[in-house]
Structures are given as C-alpha cells and as structure tokens.
C-alpha cells in the first residue's frame, strides 16, 4: 500500500509540473493553410462572409466557436474573429483564382487556450493542432460547395392540379442577387409568427410571385405559410392573409442547392413550350419549400417544387362513330 501511495505521489507531482510547464509556454500562435477550391472567388467570398454558414463548415464542434466579420468582405479578402473557447483569435482568408477554381488561403493568430497547449506541447508545437483545424476547414468548404451545392437534380413532372389554400404572407421587393439572404430571413419571420400566435398550419412555406425577374433586375413576392382557415390582419399589417383558388400548373422538382433555381425555371418553360401550353397571367406562380433550412441543412437534400399557373386545356370533341344496325339481307323469292 505504501509503494501505491508513493506511485501515486510521484504521479501527481509529475502532473502538477507538466501543467506548471504547460502553462509558462508561449500561446502565441500565426498558422496559415492553403487549398485551391474548384468553385468561382465570388461563390467563396460570399459563402464564407455568410457567418449563418459557419456551422456549416466549421472545423470545431458547434458550441465552441463562434465568428463574426470584421469589414465588409473585399473582392478577394475577408477579416474576421473567431472565438474559440473563449479565446478571441483573428482569421484572415485570401481568394485567388486558378485556372481549376479559386486557391484559398486560411491564417488564424491569436493565443491558444490551456487545452490547446497542453495538445501542442504533446504534438510537437502549434502548427499540427491549428494547422490541421484550418485543413478541416478549408476541407469542409471544398466538400460543401463542390459536393453538396454542385449535386442536384431536376424533374418536370408535368400538369398538376395546385389545390385551394388559405395562406399568411409577408410581400416585398428586392434584387434578384439578393432573394435567397432576404427570403431566408423572411421564413423564420413568418415561422416565428405563425408560432407566436399558435397559427394551425397545413404544409411548409411557399413563394409567391408577382414578378419573377423584372427589367431592371428585381423580384417582388411573398412569402406564404399555409393554414387552415383564412385569416384577416388590421390595414398596413407587415402580415397579411390571403387565399388562391385551384389552378392548372406545369410542376417542376429541383432536388438540390437553391442556387440551381433558375435552371429548373427553364426546364419548366421549356417544357410550357415544348407541349404548346400557354402561361396563365390571373394566378401567380409559386414555389414551394418542401424540404430546406432549419430541417436540413445539407443543400443535396433540398427539395423545392415550382408551379408555374397554365390556361387549362380545351379537349377538342371527338366525331362520334354510329354504328348503323346490320340489317339481315333475304333473297327474293323467285316469281
């Protein structure tokens, strides 16, 4: 029992030094990991300027940094801090293009945190254990943009009957550039709405087109949650009700990132042209989100159905056949 007890002495006194020795290093670090990305600078530029995509592509678990902007992003840079354990370190990342993409530069300096020192001291030094967070990073954002934005698919399922529904929405107009960021924040506006007065809903969001695309590069729409029974809000109300009939509509899928929307919206019309049909201008067109953010958030797995309103067919009457009755034919008898 005694050797025990001297073990276990010599053990903690070799732990308090280590943790002695741990601390009176130096936690200053400056790493910098590079790798080139095949997606435009303009794609990484905003998809790392979004901090709402920072869980996204995070090298860390989720609850233990967090990151915000320092300036507007330049055209191929972007300073940022990131707080990692409660330790504040800068970020800096750098866009050049390349012939096959976009080389993207990561450097991270700040202090490192006590469990940070104690990984660096038994690895070596700073750079394996921030440098191979960078390269998760940067590894996260390639597997991201290339793999999960650039899979998708899309489906023209052909005329459908869009049902009667009673709807909320919220109507604005903005840039085309900037529908997907402002559209987003209007969902969860309507969706903290809908739970605030305990709105019974009938399905998930939807968009509701006035104008698609305009001229001069804008799109006005609503956003639309589904309920139950129709709703009426006081005059110059931010939420509104409303109610569209049922309606003919070209149906099209787009399983995927949102950024492939437009490609399904020509696929829609080519097959309105294809079959003759033509678009219907007394209802509007709608898409609608059946799968997407906050339930998940990998974008391959986004599905988005767009109806797009047709005049209804006229079927052209058929020519009846009347059968004439066989009518049994008798020899004459002879005179």
């Given at each position: 029992m005694r050797i025990l007890k001297y073990i276990f002495l010599l053990l903690l006194l070799f732990f308090i030094a280590f943790v002695v020795f741990v601390a009176t290093q130096p936690g200053d670090y400056k790493i910098m990991q590079s790798k080139e990305i095949a997606a435009s600078k303009e794609e990484l530029v905003h998809f790392v300027a979004d901090t709402n995509s920072f869980d996204d592509w995070s090298p860390w678990e989720q609850d233990e940094a967090r990151i915000a902007n320092l300036s507007k992003p330049a055209s191929d840079s972007l300073f940022q801090k990131i707080t990692i354990n409660n330790e504040l370190s800068q970020s800096y990342f750098a866009f050049q293009s390349t012939k096959k993409g976009t080389r993207v530069t990561w450097q991270m300096q700040g202090t490192l945190d006590l469990k940070s020192k104690i990984m660096s001291v038994l690895n070596g030094g700073a750079n394996p254990v921030?440098?191979?967070?960078?390269?998760?990073?940067?590894?996260?954002?390639?597997?991201?943009?290339?793999?999960?934005?650039?899979?998708?698919?899309?489906k023209t399922n052909g005329i459908v009957t869009q049902k009667a529904t009673n709807y909320i929405q919220q109507q604005t107009t903005c840039y085309v550039k900037d529908f997907e960021k402002k559209s987003k924040a209007m969902v969860q506006n309507m969706l903290s709405f809908v739970t605030k007065n305990k709105i019974k809903t009938t399905g998930v969001p939807f968009v509701r087109y006035t104008t698609k695309k305009s001229p001069?590069?804008?799109t006005a729409f609503a956003i639309c949650i589904p309920i139950s029974e129709r709703i009426y809000t006081m005059e110059g109300s931010q939420i509104s009700g409303g109610r569209f009939e049922a309606f003919e509509a070209v149906k099209t899928t787009l399983t995927g990132d949102y950024s492939h929307n437009d490609k399904a919206w020509r696929a829609a019309r080519g097959f309105i042209n294809k079959n003759k049909l033509t678009e219907a201008t007394d209802e509007k067109a709608i898409e609608v989100y059946k799968v997407s953010l906050p339930k998940e958030r990998k974008p391959s797995k986004w599905v988005t159905e767009i109806y797009i309103p047709v005049q209804k067919q006229r079927k052209e009457p058929q020519p009846e056949v009347v059968e004439s009755p066989t009518r049994e034919v008798v020899d004459t008898p002879e005179q």
């Amino acid at each position: 029992m005694r050797i025990l007890k001297y073990i276990f002495l010599l053990l903690l006194l070799f732990f308090i030094a280590f943790v002695v020795f741990v601390a009176t290093q130096p936690g200053d670090y400056k790493i910098m990991q590079s790798k080139e990305i095949a997606a435009s600078k303009e794609e990484l530029v905003h998809f790392v300027a979004d901090t709402n995509s920072f869980d996204d592509w995070s090298p860390w678990e989720q609850d233990e940094a967090r990151i915000a902007n320092l300036s507007k992003p330049a055209s191929d840079s972007l300073f940022q801090k990131i707080t990692i354990n409660n330790e504040l370190s800068q970020s800096y990342f750098a866009f050049q293009s390349t012939k096959k993409g976009t080389r993207v530069t990561w450097q991270m300096q700040g202090t490192l945190d006590l469990k940070s020192k104690i990984m660096s001291v038994l690895n070596g030094g700073a750079n394996p254990v921030i440098g191979s967070q960078l390269e998760k990073g940067l590894e996260n954002i390639n597997y991201y943009l290339v793999n999960e934005i650039g899979n998708y698919s899309i489906k023209t399922n052909g005329i459908v009957t869009q049902k009667a529904t009673n709807y909320i929405q919220q109507q604005t107009t903005c840039y085309v550039k900037d529908f997907e960021k402002k559209s987003k924040a209007m969902v969860q506006n309507m969706l903290s709405f809908v739970t605030k007065n305990k709105i019974k809903t009938t399905g998930v969001p939807f968009v509701r087109y006035t104008t698609k695309k305009s001229p001069d590069q804008k799109t006005a729409f609503a956003i639309c949650i589904p309920i139950s029974e129709r709703i009426y809000t006081m005059e110059g109300s931010q939420i509104s009700g409303g109610r569209f009939e049922a309606f003919e509509a070209v149906k099209t899928t787009l399983t995927g990132d949102y950024s492939h929307n437009d490609k399904a919206w020509r696929a829609a019309r080519g097959f309105i042209n294809k079959n003759k049909l033509t678009e219907a201008t007394d209802e509007k067109a709608i898409e609608v989100y059946k799968v997407s953010l906050p339930k998940e958030r990998k974008p391959s797995k986004w599905v988005t159905e767009i109806y797009i309103p047709v005049q209804k067919q006229r079927k052209e009457p058929q020519p009846e056949v009347v059968e004439s009755p066989t009518r049994e034919v008798v020899d004459t008898p002879e005179q």
